[in-house]
């Protein structure tokens, strides 16, 4: 029972990289999105989709892009990693978008932009 | 605006005592409350919710409206309770899941 999987789990990168953060879903949930977690600030979201195909930006999504082709799939890009962008990232997917569902996380993504 | 608020950063207990983590929301509707935790090198997994109106890990959580509170209590705390909790709205019709900072719950033997 999978539930939500992201990869990697750590990864270091230098200023400049670009990297692509994975995360899939077999629970076949149409609502997944991705958080950044930093101390102080607690889980701010960065984009979120509500379905295949739709995408939508959250409260900081500036340096990130998204897809989501299939149902199951949500990877979240860095184009030009920034030293700003050290965090640790969660990917979650619900079944539904709002409303008294419950949201599944992955483990996480420790990143860090030397 | 929407906003989650909990005012704590760290609280720090001795087993058996009570427990009370903090949460005030901002939202014009009809909101919808959650808590969640993340224990130490796990994922954050749903701890309880409002609508719900259940006691999970013997923990409960009362929405008080004219507060703008969804104060998370727990009567005895165990060594086991100690974690990161983070209390989170869910906007209606907007497709978002809005979380406060986050407090850490240290639970001394």
């Known amino acids: 029972n999978a539930g939500v999987t992201q990869t990697p789990k750590f990864q270091v990168l230098k200023t400049g990289q670009s990297m692509t953060l994975q995360c899939a879903q077999d629970?076949?949930?149409?609502?997944m999105s991705w958080y950044r977690q930093d101390p102080g600030m607690g889980l701010r979201l960065i984009h979120y989709s509500v379905g295949a195909g739709i995408t939508d930006q959250g409260e900081v999504p500036n340096g990130y892009n998204v897809s989501r082709s299939t149902t199951e799939d949500f990877p979240l890009r860095l184009l030009s990693a920034a030293p700003s962008q050290t965090s640790v990232y969660f990917c979650?997917?619900?079944?539904?978008?709002?409303?008294?569902?419950?949201?599944?996380f992955g483990q996480g993504t420790r990143l860090t932009v030397v | 605006a929407q906003r989650v608020t909990q005012p704590e950063k760290l609280l720090s207990v001795f087993k058996g005592a009570p427990v009370e983590l903090k949460c005030n929301y901002s939202?014009?509707?009809?909101?919808?409350l959650f808590w969640y935790v993340q224990y130490s090198r796990q994922r954050l997994q749903l701890l309880l919710r409002?609508?719900s109106r259940e006691s999970i890990k013997g923990f409960t959580a009362d929405l008080n409206k004219g507060e703008t509170s969804f104060h998370l209590k727990k009567p005895f705390a165990q060594e086991e309770d100690s974690a990161m909790y983070y209390c989170a709205l869910s906007v209606f019709n907007t497709d978002k899941l809005i979380f406060g900072t986050g407090t850490r719950l240290q639970v001394f033997p």
């Open positions: 629970m076949n949930h149409e609502y």
């Open positions: 979650a997917s619900s079944p539904r978008a709002t409303g008294s569902t419950e949201a599944f």
């Open positions: 939202y014009s509707g009809s909101p919808e």
């Open positions: 409002h609508i």
